[in-house]
């Protein structure tokens, strides 16, 4: 693929999470409790994944079991304390506080770590297709990469380094 292929294709991708954000944002997704609540009827609004609770953003995103244990993994990859208490309004905010110097940065991973989340979760949903939480960080980290290096002025990413320890890119 050429150049000027890639760069559309990564301008495609950074637009597909950028609205991904903005629906999340303005309770736009299709979650069954979003959808309870603007009248559609529906069979039950629990979790289509687990049948533990009720599908609202915060669980399908933050909340469920499977996705905790993405999110541990990635903090686990960035040598960040794992902690039990952040929730979407954390994860989406530009301004919460952060153990991470390079915000920017920071802000881009946890928005892929959503995207890549919410495609997977409509994956089970609509496919069938099980959970698999190494598969999924494996796609945040190539996502990650991609769309970071791209977009990063003045800084050479190189995938090892990304793969393995990513916070050394951090200023």
């Given at each position: 693929m050429g150049s000027t292929a890639q760069q559309v294709t990564m301008r495609n991708g950074l637009e597909k999470v950028e609205v991904?954000?903005?629906?999340?944002?303005?309770?736009r997704?299709?979650?069954k409790l979003e959808l309870d609540k603007r009248g559609l009827d529906l069979h039950s609004v629990r979790c289509p994944n687990c049948d533990d609770d009720l599908e609202s953003l915060e669980y399908a995103l933050v909340s469920f079991k499977h996705?905790?244990?993405?999110?541990i993994r990635v903090l686990k990859w960035w040598d960040l304390q794992i902690t039990n208490t952040f929730s979407l309004v954390d994860l989406i905010g530009s301004s919460c506080s952060s153990p991470i110097r390079d915000l920017e940065l920071w802000q881009a991973l946890k928005w892929i770590v959503l995207y890549c989340i919410w495609k997977h979760r409509n994956k089970v949903v609509f496919q069938g297709k099980p959970w698999s939480a190494p598969m999924i960080f494996n796609e945040i980290q190539s996502i990650s990469f991609l769309w970071i290096a791209n977009r990063a002025k003045g800084k050479d990413f190189e995938w090892l380094i990304w793969i393995s320890k990513p916070s050394s890119y951090l200023t």
């Open positions: 991904f954000i903005w629906r999340v944002q303005t309770k997704l299709h979650v996705v905790k244990e993405i999110w």
